[in-house]
């Protein structure tokens, strides 16, 4: 089971640091990844940890402003957003996996384990 906290109300420029932690085991050697789904769209890849080797992927539109990263202390894998825009608007989940393979490590149905979501309102 893993947990999406952190989202809120932020003004474009702002930041927000999202945080995904599993309940009941460690996503330690696992791949995670966020993803995120605006209001009528689908739900879009945004970063990914594969499976902790520090092989990170961003989406094009969040390079540069957003950073993934493991805490092992809290066990947690964050989000850190920079540079928000209204268009970062969206409910924010994390997702894991112990068996997906690098090629499909930016599409959603690879994940098999998803966190509930937590909403990140950038407003203009």
């Known amino acids: 089971q893993l947990q999406a906290s952190g989202g809120g109300l932020v003004q474009a420029g702002g930041s927000l640091r999202v945080s995904c932690v599993a309940s009941g085991r460690t996503v330690g050697g696992f791949t995670v990844g966020w993803f995120r789904q605006a209001p009528g769209k689908e739900r879009e890849f945004v970063a990914v940890?594969?499976?902790?080797?520090?092989?990170?992927t961003y989406a094009d539109s969040v390079k540069g402003r957003f950073t993934i990263s493991r805490d092992r202390a809290k066990k947690t894998v964050d989000l850190q957003m920079n540079q928000l825009k209204p268009e970062d608007t969206a409910i924010y989940y994390c997702?894991?996996?112990?068996?997906?393979?690098?090629?499909?490590?930016?599409?959603?149905?690879?994940?098999?384990?998803w966190g509930q979501g937590t909403l990140v309102t950038v407003s203009s």
């Open positions: 940890d594969f499976r902790s080797q520090g092989r990170i």
């Open positions: 997702a894991a996996s112990d068996s997906l393979i690098w090629s499909t490590r930016t599409t959603p149905s690879a994940y098999g384990y």
